[in-house]
């Protein structure tokens, strides 16, 4: 007789151990590594060597230059690479790190490099240090005083003849000594490493590839620009064959702060704000040194009337020719697309080769060709259509040539992506327009527009962003022309861009800082452009989508 004492354990499955009580266990989720094969840990190896090269590379000029916060960063940059590729963890991180460091390299930094500089006078004249301009002024002005002391000259170079660092090989009469000197200043040489002749000049030294007559006659005028800093003055070439130690003219007075001149007594202070010396009735050094400027060059831009009066008018202009060439250019690319997507048409591959030919050659060739074929006298297009335009004489029609020569030059773009951008609208959607009984143009107005704005929109924004800042296509046909009598520094045609270069860089030297400025002007229109048309886009994708 067999006790009942309430439920007994659940009966087990045949070759099962007891059940288990409680939740059941989470499974652990094992991580497999692919095995590193021999290739992958050698390109691995070569990659890490070669970064470690270009930091230990890299190092050196920042120690020179004692950037320490450059060198700081350069050696947590470098560890920490050898670090993220020499161990199993941070697998996204293997991915994302490569593109982070060229985006900072290659688009973060020259945009903060410029912007940096907009705020400098940085250019020719202003390019270093004030104890740099002493140097400048003060060896400029070396000149041949009785008893200074001569050298037999030789010319030479540390590379290429005609292209390399030029070096003055010094020898010195009284002991025989030769030295080689360049604008950092004179080293000696050792005598087992040069040939000297008779006369006493070098025909041969180590490391140095010694100029002969002809060579050097090519750059006399390095020669005799060029000017050898040394405690007692700066040595001068007097011809090809002989050089001479100087006493500069011109010296530095730490005690007033100002340059003197000894022969005239002429004195010019040293202003901080402008980094020159000025005479009191304001006329400057050329050498001077850089200093931050504030914001001077962004409110030169809007209050010099030479600038601020053409500049305006540039701004239309450019706005015009931007969207005129990416406007014209969709046009008759998308008009091209669709004749050759009707199902009615025939040959259509070999049309389209013949329509890209024009993308297939360099733009560059191209502009030159047709600033030929625009010639007012023997031009192609005057003499096949029997005109006597003069197309680069007057404002109206250079403009119009430029932007044909850009609708020549854009379409074939335009066709190939509006070509893509048709093959992936659906048929049913046109097809259910036709059943509805609407036209062709009241389909393609209300379907197939729409459609391709979404998909190219972005397309089209960059393309505005390009030919805002076309360069190419203003300076290879009219450079900018034609140009008003009182005004040859700003023309008919001239971009932002082709005007900010001869301004910044025209026969009064360069000017980075105003260009800088000039540049992050034209930066916020673009991306101020952009941005509001790339929400309009938004809006529009979330009404088709």
């Given amino acids: ?23 059941p266990e989470t499974s652990r989720t094992v991580r497999h590594h692919a095995p590193i094969t021999a290739t992958g840990l050698a390109v691995k190896v070569v990659l890490l060597g070669l970064v470690a090269g270009i930091a230990i590379w890299a190092a050196f000029p920042l120690v020179a230059a004692r ?12 560890v920490g690479l050898c670090y993220l590729y020499l161990t199993r963890r941070h697998i996204p991180a293997k991915y994302l790190v490569p593109g982070t460091i060229f985006l900072i390299a290659f688009q973060v930094f020259p945009v903060l490099y410029t912007a940096s500089t907009a705020f400098t006078n940085f250019g020719d004249g202003h390019r270093g240090s004030k104890d740099d301009a002493i140097v400048a002024i003060e060896t400029s002005s070396v000149k041949q005083v009785p008893g200074s002391a001569e050298y037999a000259l030789a010319i030479a170079t540390t590379g290429d003849p005609a292209t390399g660092p030029l070096v003055f090989l010094l020898t010195d009469p009284g002991t025989g000594r030769v030295s080689a000197g360049d604008a950092d200043g004179l080293r000696p040489l050792d005598a087992a490493d040069v040939t000297v002749a008779g006369s006493g000049r070098v025909t041969a030294a180590k490391g140095y590839t010694v100029l002969n007559v002809g060579q050097a006659s090519v750059r006399s005028e390095e020669i ?36 003197t001149d000894g022969e005239t007594g002429r004195t010019w202070t040293a202003d901080p704000d402008t980094g020159a010396f000025v005479a009191a009735d304001g006329e400057r050094l050329a050498q001077g040194w850089q200093v931050g400027v504030g914001f001077k060059n962004f409110a030169r831009v809007l209050t010099d009337p030479n600038i601020s009066g053409p500049f305006f008018g540039t701004l239309l202009w450019n706005f015009a020719f931007a969207i005129g060439s990416t406007g ?65 004489g007057e404002a109206w029609s250079a403009r119009l040539a430029v932007l044909l020569v850009q609708l020549w030059l854009g379409y074939p773009y335009m066709f190939l992506v509006t070509t893509g951008a048709l093959q992936a609208i659906p048929k049913e959607l046109t097809e259910a327009t036709s ?8 389909s393609f107005r209300a379907v197939t527009l729409p459609l391709l704005l979404v998909a190219l929109s972005p397309l089209l924004i960059a393309s505005f962003a390009y030919n805002f800042n076309n360069i190419n296509a203003i300076w290879l046909t009219t450079e900018g022309g034609p140009f008003a009598p009182d005004n040859p520094t700003n023309g008919a045609t001239d971009l932002l861009i082709t005007y900010t270069y001869r301004l910044a860089f025209g026969a009064q030297g360069a000017e980075f800082g105003l260009a800088a400025a000039v540049s992050i002007f034209i930066f916020a229109i673009v991306a101020t452009v952009s941005a509001v048309s790339f929400r309009r886009t938004r809006q529009q994708e979330e009404v088709y989508s």
């Fill in 1 to 23: 007789m067999s006790t009942l004492s309430g439920p007994g354990p659940a009966p087990q499955a045949p070759g099962r151990g007891p059940a288990r009580s409680g939740p």
């Fill in 435 to 442: 059943v509805d009984g609407a036209s062709p143009w009241q």
């Fill in 67 to 78: 950037l320490w916060v450059g060198l700081a960063v350069l050696a947590v940059t470098t």
């Fill in 224 to 259: 005799t620009a060029l000017v050898v800093p040394t405690s007692g003055g700066a040595v001068r070439s007097n011809g090809l064959s002989r050089a001479y130690e100087g006493k500069a003219v011109r010296t530095y007075d730490r005690g007033c702060d100002c340059v």
């Fill in 328 to 392: 014209f250019t969709f046009v008759l690319g998308m008009a091209i697309a669709l004749a050759l997507h009707s199902p009615r048409m025939r040959g259509t591959n070999l049309y389209r080769v013949f329509l890209i030919l024009p993308y297939a050659m360099p733009s560059f060739a191209m502009l030159l060709v047709w600033r030929d074929m625009f010639n007012t006298d023997f031009g192609l297009v005057n003499n096949l259509f029997g005109l006597g335009v003069d197309w680069f």
